[in-house]
């Protein structure tokens, strides 16, 4: 005859703890004494407790998953932004339903609501929450919901972002600051916040300098338009430095100019932004704009899940991590 399913009775019993105490321990409440959480963890690891989800999400109403809505799930950006969310969400506990939807604005409001009833708050980056209504109309109004990198008209939700303005002004003015006058810059999706920001940094600095030249040129944010970025450069005549508004684009760029035998930083200086891990490890050493994914990932989430457990949370709607410029071997003086 089969034993009988151990309960959260059996594992208070055998630690000497109430049940209320044990529901705090497994659920990550922090008014549970060290001592007292590692034996009851050890108790229910021993009994091989597992507490039935159905019936606890009935009890809390709540399902112990957070929602992440984003453009796409490839590059190293989206990989980057995840681990930090996911960090987040094992210490707390949490499980992650992903779902990206592309660039397409249908798509992301089918992603959104088909999240209602299945998540306890989201985090969305999106280029479409400043138009009128998309939000709205595929949220529910009491949803939690955090907002990365994303810009508003007002002040509906919590945004965390990256002050791409200020890292993509910070970029051109040291390539000017080398002597490079003319300078190509390499934009990002058209819809995307961050390319938007980045392009709009650089024609800033650009034109605090009369007698600098920039040139804009299509990009995707992938190596391959980089690449393509690379090849018409190499085509039509080269800058004194092209700057990429991301690391794969720029490693895309470097791999066209290593092909043609041109050299970085001798014949054509190069700058990326984001410094993914890859861009301290190729040759050269690429010259970039550090932006702590994982960090934005973790603080986006550790926003939205405060919010959930109804712990205090800074007023402040916006908050904005500031980017540093990070020289490497890849750019120098003409």
Do not use: W
């Amino acid at each position: 005859m089969a034993k009988n399913a151990i309960t959260i009775k059996d594992v208070a019993r055998e630690a000497k703890v109430s049940v209320a105490t044990v529901s705090r321990a497994l659920n990550g409440h922090t008014n549970v004494a060290a001592p007292v959480r590692q034996r009851v963890l050890e108790v229910a690891q021993r009994l091989r407790y597992s507490p039935h989800a159905a019936a606890r999400s009935l009890s809390s109403r709540r399902t112990q998953t957070i929602g992440v809505v984003l453009p796409d799930l490839y590059g190293e950006f989206f990989s980057e932004l995840i681990r930090g969310i996911d960090a987040v969400a094992r210490a707390r506990q949490q499980h992650l339903l992903v779902s990206s939807y592309h660039g397409n604005q249908d798509e992301q409001g089918k992603a959104l609501r088909a999240m209602r009833g299945r998540v306890d708050g989201l985090l969305v980056l999106s280029p479409y929450a400043e138009h009128p209504g998309f939000l709205t109309e595929n949220l529910p109004q009491s949803l939690p919901t955090v907002l990365v990198n994303t810009r508003l008209p007002d002040d509906r939700f919590p945004v965390l972002s990256i002050d791409d303005h200020a890292g993509a002004m910070a970029m051109t003015e040291h390539l000017l600051a080398l002597g490079h006058r003319r300078i190509a810059f390499v934009c990002g999706p058209e819809l995307n916040f961050d390319a938007r920001e980045r392009l709009r940094g650089f024609r800033d600095a650009m034109s605090a300098h009369a007698d600098a030249r920039g040139r804009e040129l299509p990009g995707r944010f992938d190596e391959a338009s980089g690449h393509a970025a690379g090849q018409r450069l190499l085509e039509e005549g080269l800058p004194d430095a092209v700057f990429a508004a991301n690391d794969m684009m720029a490693l895309g760029c470097l791999y066209a100019f290593d092909h043609a035998g041109v050299e970085v930083p001798r014949d054509v200086a190069l700058a990326g932004f984001d410094d993914i891990p890859l861009a301290r490890f190729v040759h050269p050493s690429l010259t970039t704009v550090r932006v702590n994914i994982a960090e934005l990932g973790g603080k986006a989430m550790t926003r939205l899940l405060d919010s959930i457990d109804s712990i205090s949370v800074e007023e402040r709607r916006r908050q904005t991590l500031m980017p540093s410029l990070i020289v490497r071997e890849s750019s120098a003086a003409p």
